[in-house]
């Protein structure tokens, strides 16, 4: 075990005694529990409002705050190892989250939101004050305007509850140090006014060397029951990160480096001239809840978003060998590469979004219709300032070399506004007792434009998309059902202004519309949640035709060419009993490339998408020692491609993870102590090999990392 500095104990000592110092008085325990998916939880992102997740023709999952605590999650790129359904696409520690949903990878411009309302996701987005991380599988295109096929990810938002007060330390990896506090109390007269606090404060020190941060939340939520029939809820947020990312491995050559024989725990963003990426985040929204009659409801709902980024980095990218060949998208045989000083600083993402819904029920002869619509406005700008991209040396593998610095800034940004209204319907039909026909459409009239920090390439354009949707449902008995469902989703491009494009440069090309099936079969009951499903996805793809340069204007030509055809089956199952349970999703997915006008590209598979997944999470309380429950979990992913044309593979992996939490009552105080160790056998492997930029990056998996915490409610 790790021995840690007397200076640790103390901060966190520190930390204890200044959070318990916001609230003396002791408070109601709350009662603790500890589940997986609950099939009877509304998922609020599926937007057929409290229809729960068992009676709904989709796929979703609800991850709540507890689960995510006893595994010691910090980060949307955690949530990984939870559902099948998920995997990594470019998670690098320090950095935004990057996920892929069905082999398809989420755009972290369109495909995140909180609390139903649209978010930029290209930060580091903090989980300390959310209640749940809903996912949403498959396409969107009536829950978001324009967004990638593979799904949607919402968070949703801590509110006012009965009165507690719950303070959290803990201690992981090298010597990460964290303190949290949940305090929330309901006052006045019939308790009609609630509030709710969420602060914490993180020492980082994770086992990838040269990656030391901090990290600071503080989050406040409050409601006010007007009447019986008007609720006001306003909620605030601010988190900020520094920290150093970590830059990746490659290809040696044409080599797959062994991972055995790398040190997991090498951060190549090592140099002295290295600096942290710093994440600036404020959030706030105001939701105002009206009831109409008893079957009747209207909603506004109006969130703004405010990120500041400073991103910087120690670059490698390419490289150019000893005998001249240069190695455009790996390093070289030697394992040595060009390192970049790369500077963006001072970048602003700024959003806002109204949604003004009105929803109900009602019937028309022998049909009853549960109906939402309403209208969304959102708004986007970026603005960023000239980057430093500049070669700095010769890096190596092994973390030793030293390059110089260059921090001028040579290299122009782009800034980027955009503006949509989103008109959407949704209606479930129930059209008798065990059939039900549930039916969206989503018309979105969006505007967008981009111009280069120095008032070049300029773009502008506005497109009109619909995204219709359709389900069909039928209760096979109380507790099984079967459903097919068909959806459209959207993506929109622009011809980028540059010159090798000729009279396209900044023309807005056609929108991708993907396309989705799905059916499957859900089941529940008080011992086992299950469900099967079988989805098949087209999404068409651009591409570059000509010799494509510059210095030759009109050389180059972007049109559809074919398109990526992702089919899967996926199973999930939730079995619970009265000790303990598991929680268990695998998907099987095969994803290729066809219809392209050049034949060699068709049946490749996507890079970095593996088509084998599987997760457990097991979970068994000792009898023997009330309040002791034993957890473990299990990870594994098939090998993923390399490089576009499928030459080099890295392997599949397998990883296991151990924990435990035991609940004490003292008195009036209860207390949850948690331990674990994530890869327990101390696998090493690359855990994902993500092709970005036009280069090859390879994440080794991370060491074993042990953690622990207690959290006191008071």
């Not at 022998?366 to 209208?375: A, D, E, Y």
């Not at 084998?612 to 999470?617: K, S």
């Not at 990883?655 to 008195?667: E, K, P, V």
């Amino acid at each position: 075990m790790t021995t840690y500095a007397p200076k640790k104990i103390s901060l966190l000592a520190s930390a204890a005694g200044l959070l318990c110092s916001i609230s003396a008085a002791a408070q109601t325990l709350p009662t603790v529990s500890v589940s997986g998916r609950s099939a009877d939880t509304p998922v609020l992102v599926g937007g057929f409002g409290e229809t729960p997740i068992a009676k709904l023709p989709m796929q979703a999952n609800i991850l709540n705050s507890e689960r995510l605590q006893d595994l010691g999650l910090h980060s949307l790129a955690g949530i990984t190892s939870l559902d099948a359904s998920l995997s990594d696409a470019y998670n690098s520690t320090g950095y935004v989250s990057y996920l892929k949903i069905r082999g398809f990878d989420l755009d972290n411009r369109f495909n995140y939101r909180r609390d139903g309302l649209p978010i930029n996701a290209e930060t580091a987005i903090s989980l300390g004050n959310k209640s749940s991380i809903e996912v949403l599988k498959g396409t969107s295109g009536i829950q978001a305007g324009t967004s990638s096929p593979g799904g949607l990810v919402n968070t949703v938002v801590k509110r006012p509850t009965v009165n507690l007060t719950s303070v959290s330390l803990g201690i992981s990896e090298r010597g990460t140090t964290e303190a949290a506090l949940d305090w929330s109390q309901r006052f006045g007269a019939g308790e009609a006014f609630g509030l709710r606090v969420n602060a914490g404060a993180s020492q980082l020190k994770p086992e990838l060397r040269d990656a030391e941060g901090k990290r600071f939340m503080l989050a406040v939520a409050g409601d006010w029951r007007l009447s019986p029939d008007t609720l006001i809820e306003a909620e605030f947020e601010w988190n900020k990160q520094s920290q150093p990312s970590q830059a990746g491995f490659s290809l040696l050559g044409n080599k797959l480096p062994d991972a055995n024989a790398i040190d997991p725990r090498i951060n190549l963003n090592n140099q002295p001239w290295s600096q942290p990426v710093v994440f600036d985040n404020t959030h706030a929204s105001i939701r105002l809840q009206q009831k109409l009659s008893a079957d009747w409801r209207a909603q506004a709902h109006l969130g703004i978003q405010r990120l500041k980024t400073d991103d910087r980095l120690a670059y490698a990218y390419g490289c150019t060998a000893a005998d001249g060949t240069y190695y455009a998208d790996r390093y070289c045989p030697d394992g040595s590469f060009d390192m970049y000083d790369f500077r963006s600083e001072n970048e602003r993402r700024n959003s806002d979004a109204l949604d003004l819904s009105l929803a109900g029920k009602f019937a028309t002869g022998s049909l009853q219709h549960q109906i939402s619509t309403g209208v969304l406005f959102s708004r986007f700008n970026s603005r960023f300032q000239k980057q430093a991209y500049n070669w700095a040396g010769t890096g190596t593998i092994d973390g030793k070399s030293i390059t110089t610095a260059d921090p001028s800034l040579t290299d122009e940004n782009t800034n980027r506004d955009e503006s949509s209204t989103e008109l959407y319907l949704r209606d479930a039909i129930q059209l008798s007792s065990d059939w039900q026909a549930w039916v969206g459409l989503r018309a979105t009239h969006l505007k967008r434009e981009s111009v280069r920090t120095d008032g070049s390439r300029p773009t502008s354009y506005s497109q009109n998309l619909t995204t219709p949707w359709l389900g069909l449902s039928y209760a096979l008995s109380p507790q099984l059902m079967a459903y097919a469902s068909w959806g459209e989703g959207m993506e929109s491009e622009v011809t980028p202004n540059r010159k090798r494009y000729g009279d396209q440069a900044g023309r807005a090309l056609n929108a991708l519309k993907s396309q989705q099936y799905e059916i499957g079969l859900k089941a529940g009951s008080n011992t086992v949640d299950w469900s099967v499903n079988w989805f098949d996805v087209n999404r068409p793809k651009w591409r570059d035709f000509g010799e494509c340069s510059d210095s030759r204007p009109g050389s180059c030509v972007r049109r559809a060419d074919g398109q990526a055809h992702h089919q899967g089956l996926e199973a999930q199952a939730d079995l619970k009993w009265g000790s303990g349970g598991v929680i268990a999703s695998a998907m099987k997915l095969k994803a290729r490339r066809s219809g392209s006008a050049e034949a060699s590209v068709n049946g490749l598979k996507p890079e970095n998408v593996p088509e084998t997944t599987l997760r457990l999470q097991g979970r068994q309380n000792i009898a023997a020692l009330p309040g002791l429950q034993l957890q473990a979990g299990l990870s594994y992913e098939g090998p993923r491609a390399v490089l576009p044309d499928n030459s080099i593979s890295i392997p599949g992996w397998t990883r296991l993870d151990a924990g435990a939490r035991f609940d004490q009552s003292l008195g009036r105080q209860w207390l949850i102590w948690r331990v674990g160790v994530d890869n327990l056998t101390n696998r090493r492997a690359w855990k994902e090999s993500p092709f970005q930029f036009d280069h090859v990056y390879l994440y080794p998996m991370a060491p074993r990392t042990f953690r622990a915490s207690l959290e006191i409610s008071l």
